[in-house]
T-cell receptor
Framework: DTAVSQTPKYLVTQMGNDKSIKCEQNLGHDTMYWYKQDSKKFLKIMFS???????INETVPNRFSPKSPDKAHLNLHINSLELGDSAVYFC????????????FGPGTRLTVL | DAKTTQPNSMESNEEEPVHLPCNHS???????IHWYRQLPSQGPEYVIHGLTSNVNNRMASLAIAEDRKSSTLILHRATLRDAAVYYCILRDVKSNAGKSTFGDGTTLTVKP
């Protein structure tokens, strides 16, 4: 069973389009995250949700809007895509307030043409 | 956030032990030390974590300095499949944000 899954795995789209990436975890965790990894391989946190509430919102353009319908899902919607949005986006989950680490999904490679 | 520093890259020969160092001189009392690795074209994968005592699991060992300002991830016998970027990060156990800041990590090359 996949612990953290993301769809789609690859996403190729034109500048200006709107797209969504979905994430689901079946680990019973209460916290989920979105990370962006650019071409230089630096892994940067974007958002974190704890029990469906936004608790981390790093300096990310307003074009990025996360939505957490329940604890097991965290989706990322991106409006008006730009070339610089091309990256691999990773979803992760963890249990808050504890020593255990995060479990990451396989990533979604977004290419904006 | 407490920061960690790691060497940019290391090389090892196959079937030899590898010691990956990490400095975290500003670690707080509630920070756990976590190690992840990222294989090519995959998401980061949890390896091991610890607080004060050395830890062993099936993947690796973690040696933590007595003052907790540094730690070392030990791969006892490196294989080609261990070639990856290894990240050392700190996680505040009392924070419900669960935020972990990933640095540049150490790129491990394993030579046959």
């Amino acid at each position: 069973d996949t612990a953290v899954s993301q769809t789609p795995k690859y996403l190729v789209t034109q500048m200006g389009n709107d797209k969504s990436i979905k994430c689901e975890q079946n680990l019973g965790h209460d916290t989920m995250y979105w990370y962006k990894q650019d071409s230089k391989k630096f892994l940067k946190i974007m958002f974190s949700y704890n029990n469906k509430e936004l608790i981390i919102n790093e300096t990310v353009p307003n074009r990025f809007s996360p939505k957490s319908p329940d604890k097991a899902h965290l989706n990322l919607h991106i409006n008006s895509l730009e070339l610089g949005d091309s990256a691999v986006y990773f979803c992760a989950s963890s249990q808050s307030r504890g020593p255990l680490g995060q479990f990451f999904g396989p990533g979604t490679r977004l290419t904006v043409l | 956030d407490a920061k960690t520093t790691q060497p940019n890259s290391m090389e090892s020969n196959e079937e030899e032990p590898v010691h990956l160092p990490c400095n975290h001189s500003t670690i707080s009392g509630t920070d756990y030390i976590h190690w992840y690795r990222q294989l090519p074209s995959q998401g980061p994968e949890y390896v091991i974590h610890g607080l004060t005592s050395n830890v062993n699991n099936r993947m690796a060992s973690l040696a933590i300095a007595e003052d907790r300002k540094s730690s070392t991830l030990i791969l006892h016998r490196a294989t080609l499949r261990d070639a990856a970027v290894y990240y050392c990060i700190l996680r505040d156990v009392k924070s419900n944000a669960g935020k972990s800041t990933f640095g540049d990590g150490t790129t491990l090359t394993v030579k046959p």
